[in-house]
Structures are given as structure tokens and as C-alpha cells.
């Protein structure tokens, strides 16, 4: 009853089916607008359906100069153990590794892999594409919307959201279940934490150490999103905007980056970006806990505003939307992938 009421007084943790229900509206309007349910695939022509649904990871990746992401190889549903090692040997990426479903959703089928061993248990349940990759370096996470209009060099970041990790603090005599019921947030994982951590659940975290139960930062897996936006500035702006014109075709998306300092973010040091999310994108500094739902219909109608007016930019430019047959496809592969994730 305690979680349950936890969840009901905080609107973040409610269906997205709720909370986007004045958007629906929204969408609407702006569908009869541009005569197409899809507008959306025009705004970022060079990703499959703009970066809605169904576009791939390691296709994105491609599009990013090597520079700014880590080494990531994608593998092929029902791809060997063997070839995947080969893989990883020969691409130099090495333990500890990251793998996540390359059509993703929510964060869900993203694990930390330490070993060989924790490799194999993943290919054998995988019943997808996956891409595995270098784990970053650096200890932070935030995560940069961006927005540029197809007739500018210069686009805008309109939210920046930084990420508490789902992390705790042993003090020698809990066990690693019982310092997550400490906090309701975490306590929310539980069962998904219990699946993934299993024995590990009942081991004493000596006191003062701490462990990152789930090392990137999803909302949905437990994060805590809080509002950085104070954080944008002139100088961050440029490094975001230079780095975001290198990447062909993109005017609309969030970029979620991992770095050392916020000093050295701005002057393009020290980070990578963990990945690039189109259309389908929230602007997810609305999920810091201080802010009211109003924020946050608010802030979803604004993207939503840029989302048309560059789709239908685009448009005029040539490129067409997705037809309404070819679009409900990719919705019922869309569904077909979610269920194989949810189910992992």
C-alpha cells in the first residue's frame, strides 16, 4: 500500500497514457494540419520514422562521428556465443561491457555484462538484434534535448536533464534487499532487481560502500531525473550545436551523453554520447519530482510544437511522410518488438 500510494501521489510514475492525454489532442490537431497521422518521420529524415519507432541503435550510431560514441558492434539474433566473442576479441571491446536491444524501448534488455559468463546467459535468452559496446568511462549522465530548424546552422537546446543513478550505501549490516526498501524509488525496481541480481540481493554491503545497481540512467529502471536546465549556457550551446551539425539529417531529439565535469562538457572534453533519440524523445527534465504535471503538459505540447514545424519544413524540402499503411506497419512491428523486450 505504501508504494502504491507513493505512486499515486507522484504523477511521473503514471502511465504514459494518462499523463499524455492533452497531448493526444495536440497530435491530433496537428495531424489533420499536415494530413498525416506520421508526420512525424520528417523530422529527422536520415533516421527510420524519424526516430519514433522501429529505428536501429547501430544505425544511428552510424551516423555519429566515431568520436563521440563508444566502439559498438551490433549482433544478430541467433548469433552463436562464439561469434559474439570473436566479435568483441577483434573490435577490442572489453569487460565490463554494455548490451541493449538495438530496436530498444524504455531502457528494458540493457544490462552491464562483467564477464564471459554473464555474455553467454544474455545470447541465450536474446530473441532479438543487440548491439554490444564499450562501457563508458565517465561517472555522469544528463541528457540534452535539441532543436534546429532545416533552414538554420544553429540549433537550441531546450531542456537539459541530469541523472541520479539507482545507487546504495552499504553500513555493514543490511542486506543489499533491505537498503533498497530504504527508498520507495528504488523499492519500485524491486522485482526486476531480484530477477537481474538474484543471490546477490542477500549480501551485506560493507559499510560506506556503494553499489550502482543500475549503471545508466532510465527513469523507467529507477533513475532520478532532475532538472538541469539552469545548466544551459552560451558555451554549451555552441559544443552542442557543432557536434549535432556532424550529424546528417538530425533537427529533433535528445541526445543522452555521459561526462567527467560539466566544465569540461562545455568545451567538448571528456564524454560520449550513450545514444540518440529521435522523434520518439521526451523532454525529460519534466520528470524531476518538483515539477507539476501542468510543467510537464506544458513542456510536451512545446516539443511537440517544434516536432511539427520541422517535420513539416522537411516536407516542403521534399521529403514525404510515411504513408497511413506503411505507417500502421511499423506500429504493429513496433508492438511485436515491445512485447519480445518486455518479456526478456
Known amino acids: 500500500m505504501k508504494l502504491f500510494f507513493h505512486k499515486v501521489t507522484h504523477w511521473e510514475y ?20 499536415a494530413k498525416s497521422i506520421f508526420f512525424f518521420n520528417a523530422c529527422n529524415p536520415t533516421i527510420k520514422n524519424g526516430g519514433f519507432m522501429m529505428e536501429s541503435k547501430k544505425e544511428i550510431y552510424d551516423l555519429i562521428p566515431q568520436q563521440y560514441y563508444p566502439k559498438t558492434e551490433l549482433i544478430k539474433e541467433g548469433t552463436s556465443l562464439e561469434e559474439v566473442l570473436e566479435t568483441i576479441s577483434k573490435t577490442k571491446i572489453n569487460y565490463p561491457l554494455i548490451v541493449k536491444p538495438d530496436i530498444g524501448l524504455r531502457g528494458l534488455g ?17 530473441n532479438f538484434d543487440y548491439v554490444v559496446q564499450d562501457l563508458i568511462p565517465y561517472e555522469n549522465e544528463v541528457g540534452i534535448f535539441y532543436v534546429r530548424y532545416p533552414h538554420e546552422k544553429r540549433g537550441i537546446i531546450t531542456g537539459l536533464v541530469s541523472k541520479e543513478f ?65 545548466w544551459i549556457n552560451p558555451k554549451l550551446s555552441k559544443t552542442i550545436n557543432e557536434m549535432c551539425l556532424q550529424i546528417p539529417g538530425f533537427y529533433f531529439g535528445r541526445l543522452d551523453i555521459m561526462y567527467n565535469t560539466i566544465e569540461e562538457l562545455e568545451n567538448g572534453l571528456n564524454f560520449a554520447i550513450v545514444e540518440l533519440n529521435g522523434a520518439g524523445s521526451e523532454p525529460t527534465h519534466i520528470y524531476d519530482p518538483r515539477h507539476s504535471l501542468f510543467f510537464a503538459w506544458k513542456e510536451l505540447a512545446r516539443h511537440i510544437t517544434y516536432m511539427y514545424e520541422i517535420s513539416t519544413a522537411n516536407h516542403k524540402n521534399g521529403f514525404p511522410y510515411l504513408n497511413h499503411k506503411d505507417g500502421m506497419k511499423e506500429y504493429r512491428m513496433h508492438l511485436e518488438q515491445s512485447n519480445k523486450i518486455c518479456n526478456f
Open 110 to 126: 540493457v544490462k552491464k555484462i562483467i564477464s564471459a559468463i554473464d555474455l553467454k546467459e544474455y545470447v541465450a535468452k536474446a
Open 14 to 33: 503514471w502511465p504514459f497514457q494518462i499523463v499524455y492525454v492533452p497531448i493526444y489532442f495536440l497530435w491530433s490537431f496537428y495531424a489533420i494540419k
Open 166 to 230: 539507482l545507487i546504495i550505501t552499504g553500513n555493514g549490516f543490511s542486506t543489499v534487499e533491505e537498503l533498497i526498501k530504504e527508498n520507495p524509488r528504488y523499492e519500485l525496481q524491486l522485482k526486476a532487481l531480484k530477477k537481474e541480481y538474484g543471490k546477490k540481493m542477500l549480501e551485506i554491503i560493507p559499510k560506506e560502500e556503494k553499489l550502482n545497481l543500475v549503471p545508466y540512467g532510465n527513469h523507467a529502471r529507477g533513475a532520478k531525473f532532475i532538472d538541469g536546465s539552469h
